[in-house]
């Protein structure tokens, strides 16, 4: 991998930083006035103004932009109202709650999803094949939140095995884990299946066989490093539909996540909490494009190279 | 003749080569047989795709299997190396490396022959290298496979292998991955694996179809060279008259599955006997004169494996066939040295 590689993908994850924090901007200015939605409508003109000059709502639009890109890069991004404090202290006490939920959800797609794929296709045609792809189809198609009433339902109401909402213990996290997980695992399964398929068909496959390569040492020396990219790939894709899925998730099981506050932010027009949510997930969606651009120029030699090298 | 030949149809670069052609006309077939394949039948399900055939090879030698695309060179060669994936598979006949029965050992032997004792070199070069892999490290596997040595030190070995592949500066190239090298390039560090445990037998398929002309001279040349020098018994096969002339020692003419003819390369080239193999010569001189005199070419296709015809399966395009043509023609002798499967050999009409 070489260093322009990595500089170029850098600059990329910059500007679309840059992107994210303007999009928001723009829909903060065009979704209306803030002072006029904060305070009564029978606020005096000259209050309603005094607030407007406060806030730099009176200078020209440019200057505003400028000072709030500015107030994010100091890690101003506003005042939550609800809550009477700086909106990122609010949000970022929530995070590792939904680190801990996202984090073992992602473990899990990984172990389930990777290893259920890659055991598909190894046992192709086979019933552990059949009962892998029915999983997939099962996880794939049953929405988020209806998987997670069901497990309460059947974990927490029927048998009264696990808790059906708060934090404290593992047993609180394996419903909202599992609900989370497994449309996300389904895919990762999928993939994984129908790209290591793929690449046991290719030529070099055939060549590792006639060097007489045992078993083990073809899948894992051979085969698994040629079907990592596509596998990195969706693993990096999907994640951003984890970190949406999380917001449906977490409400469902009470689990005091950003998620869970990002609804409740919305509900209560929190302006400022909800912005910087939006522009954490985005800063999160950015580093994990990121690292798996990275891991692509790891795993694939032939992306990030400087080209027409050694050629003879 | 065979060097008469060339000259006549000006083959490619044989002029650049730095190997003469050394093709002794008074070698024998196959004193011990260092791989011998007998009644060898592959197919899927009804179909048979590779019918009775049988061939040896000698220390030393190479036999070419010739023939038309799709008449079963490949699945050939596959079943003699245990590689045959569903749904094609060996039917009945053995196969006999040295005293060895390949055919009845389990997964587990074989794997231990291939590579060590049988190596296979492939139509595709940088395709049948690993893309994320370093192609030092591909030739070093099969050191650290079959003698159980550490990577370090094969991969020293490898870097010797690569430099006498022809490969210049084999400790950079070793680093290289198969996309930054060219195909030829390629094709030597998959030649240089095939060598790596000094096999007895090398299975060629192809192994300079894909190359550009100059490179396929420069290969054939490595291949003739190295195997002078290590005495493998070598299968090469190609449908390029032009490579069986430059390399052959004997040559196992195939259509539709089955062996139609073999013998010499000499005795093939200057008086074929089956039908079929005067027609692949007629069309060689045909396709590669300039004059473009009117020689006979052959009409037709190949019958597909489920859709052969009654008896002999060149019947239909044979300007020779009669009523008796009807019953499949046994391989017999012929001329001595050659062996041809049809009613009339050897009368042109
Ligand atoms: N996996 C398979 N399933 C069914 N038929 C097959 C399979 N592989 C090969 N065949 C058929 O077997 C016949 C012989 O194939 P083979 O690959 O040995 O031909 P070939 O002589 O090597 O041809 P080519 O010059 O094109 O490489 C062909 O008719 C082909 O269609
Ligand atoms: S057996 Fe008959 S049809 Fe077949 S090649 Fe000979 S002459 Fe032609
Ligand atoms: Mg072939």
Sequence with gaps: MSLRFILGKLLRAFLTLLLAVTFVFIVLRMSGDPVSQMLPDDTPASVVAAYRQMWGLDRPLPEQYARYVAGILHGDFGFSFRDNRPALDVVLERVPLSLELGLTALALTIVLGIGGGILAALKRGTSVDHATMAFTIMGHSMPNFFLGILLILAFAMTWRILPSSGTGSWRHLVMPAVTLGTSYAATVARFTRSSLLEVLHQPFMRTARAKGVPFRRRILGHALPNAGIPIVTVVGLRLGALIGAAVVVEPVFAWPGVGQLLVSAVAFRDLAIVQTIVLLIAFTMVVVNFLVDLTYGWLDPRIGMVSGEAAA | ?349
Excluded: W
């Design chain 2, 1 to 349: 003749m065979t060097a008469a030949v060339l000259t006549k149809v000006g083959v490619g670069s044989a002029g650049a080569l730095p190997v003469e052609p050394t093709i002794d006309p008074a070698r024998a077939p196959a004193a011990t047989p260092v791989l011998a394949i007998e009644g060898l039948t592959v197919g899927t399900g009804a179909v048979d795709l590779v019918i009775d055939v049988s061939f040896e090879v000698a220390a030393g030698e190479t036999l070419c299997l010739v023939g038309e695309s799709g008449c079963g060179k490949s699945l050939t060669c596959l079943a003699a190396m245990g590689l045959l994936a569903e749904p094609v598979r060996r039917k009945s006949g053995s196969v006999r490396l040295g005293a060895t029965e390949l055919t009845s050992l389990d997964d587990r032997r074989l794997r231990d022959i291939r590579g060590r004792d049988m190596a296979m070199i492939f139509q595709d070069p940088v395709a049948s290298l690993n893309p994320v892999q370093r192609v030092g490290r591909q030739v070093a596997e099969a050191l650290v496979v079959h003698e159980g040595i550490a990577m370090r030190s094969a991969m020293r070995r490898a870097v010797e292998l690569l430099g006498r592949v022809g490969i210049a500066r084999p400790n950079e190239r070793a680093n290289a991955y198969p996309h930054q090298l060219s195909g030829g390039m390629c094709q030597r560090v998959m030649i240089a694996m095939a060598l790596a445990c000094r096999p007895k037998v090398i299975v060629a398929d192809e192994a300079t179809t894909a190359l550009d002309v100059t490179t396929q001279a420069q290969i054939l040349a490595l291949m003739k060279t190295l195997q002078d020098e290590t005495g493998t018994a070598m299968i090469f096969v190609t449908h390029d008259l032009s490579v069986v002339a430059e390399i052959a020692d004997r040559v196992a003419v195939m259509y539709s599955g089955r062996i139609v003819e073999t013998g010499p390369v000499d005795a093939l080239f200057d008086h074929p006997a089956h039908p079929y193999t005067r027609g692949l010569m007629d069309c060689r001189l045909h396709a590669l004169s300039a004059a473009g005199g009117r020689l006979a070419a052959i009409g037709g296709t190949v019958p597909r494996p489920s859709a052969r015809p009654v008896g002999c399966a060149f019947r239909p395009r044979c300007p020779r066939a009669e009523e008796r043509c009807e019953m499949v023609p046994e391989l017999k002798p012929f001329a001595g040295s050659q062996s041809a499967a049809c009613h009339f050999p050897g009368s042109a009409r």
